[in-house]
């Protein structure tokens, strides 16, 4: 795995000792305000750096999330309160602040898992989401070579597709759990079906709906739009720079020869799904 894949060092260390300190604390806990939900490879590690530069967001103790609603829910809730920072603290902060910081966590996993959304809406019935979309073709793309980097995928890009079902439904339970995870390059595109469960968990009031295309040639712009979901007045940065955008040195890859028009032809139906349930234009083919 590349340093690249993972925020610096010196500040995964600081959020080991926030944790370790903050379990010493009794009392209450803050749960999140928001929840950027996916997808993964669509621009959600950008959009939580952005969130959390305004003075109101509050970075976590552990790097975007601890992953509680899709893979550590058996751990528990009192596992995942040890997580989040005590509500005394936050109170402090909003003393000081005049005004009451926002906690929130990231998972591009959530939207995809069957069951994260509706654990996530059983605890925070009030939470606000994030879904951050991109061209489903290059965000498949753009996960296989990230599984690919981390080691996980041994497969080529088009063979990995075409196996992607038969991975799905074949093996032991952790074996599909893992594939479901890892190798849904096709089913983690398919936004409609996604954003459906969405709206029927938490409503569409809940849900905004980003394009990362828009993110990154209009920052300002669609940050102020994701602060209003939050209550939030805008905050403008110096430098909107992107996130977690390369994977190995591997730069801007070209798709393989057939693998879009393969994975358009088998999208088409969720983009129609898609258009029809959030007032958005795709910016993409």
């Known amino acids: 795995m590349t340093s690249s894949l993972l925020p610096p060092v010196s500040r995964r260390a600081g959020h080991l000792a926030r944790r370790q300190l903050t379990r010493l604390v009794p009392g209450p806990r803050e749960y999140p305000a928001y929840s950027i939900v996916g997808a993964k490879r669509a621009g959600t590690t950008s959009l939580d750096e952005y969130l959390v530069d305004h003075p109101l967001v509050l970075r976590g103790l552990v790097e975007k999330g601890c992953r509680y609603y899709d893979v550590n829910y058996e751990r528990g809730p009192a596992w995942f309160r040890r997580h989040l920072p005590p509500t005394s603290y936050v109170d402090r902060l909003e003393r000081r602040?005049?005004?009451?910081?926002?906690?929130?966590?990231?998972?591009?996993?959530?939207?995809?898992?069957?069951?994260?959304?509706?654990?996530?809406?059983?605890?925070?019935?009030?939470?606000?989401?994030?879904?951050?979309?991109?061209?489903?073709?290059?965000?498949?793309?753009?996960?296989?070579?990230?599984?690919?980097?981390?080691?996980?995928?041994?497969?080529?890009?088009?063979?990995?597709?075409?196996?992607?079902?038969?991975?799905?439904?074949?093996?032991?339970?952790?074996?599909?759990?893992f594939a479901h995870?890892?190798?849904?390059?096709?089913?983690?595109?398919?936004?409609?079906?996604?954003?459906?469960?969405?709206?029927?968990?938490?409503?569409?009031?809940?849900?905004?709906?980003?394009?990362?295309?828009?993110?990154?040639?209009?920052?300002?712009?669609?940050?102020a739009r994701a602060f209003a979901h939050l209550g939030l007045e805008p905050h403008h940065q110096a430098d909107y720079r992107a996130h977690k955008a390369l994977v190995q040195g591997s730069g801007e890859a070209p798709?393989?020869?057939?693998?879009?028009?393969?994975?358009?032809?088998?999208?088409?139906?969720?983009?129609?799904?898609?258009?029809?349930?959030v007032d958005l234009e795709p910016v993409w083919p």
């Open 97 to 177: 602040l005049g005004g009451r910081p926002l906690v929130g966590e990231s998972s591009p996993y959530y939207a995809y898992h069957p069951e994260a959304a509706a654990r996530m809406a059983a605890d925070v019935p009030g939470i606000r989401v994030f879904f951050v979309l991109r061209d489903p073709v290059q965000r498949a793309w753009s996960h296989h070579r990230y599984e690919t980097a981390r080691g996980f995928e041994t497969l080529d890009f088009q063979a990995a597709l075409e196996q992607e079902e038969a991975r799905l439904t074949r093996g032991s339970v952790a074996e599909r759990a």
């Open 181 to 223: 995870r890892h190798f849904s390059y096709l089913g983690r595109s398919r936004y409609g079906a996604q954003l459906e469960r969405l709206h029927r968990v938490f409503g569409p009031e809940q849900v905004l709906v980003l394009q990362s295309e828009r993110l990154f040639a209009e920052p300002a712009a669609v940050m």
């Open 255 to 277: 798709l393989p020869p057939g693998s879009e028009a393969w994975l358009r032809e088998r999208l088409a139906d969720d983009r129609a799904l898609l258009t029809g349930l």
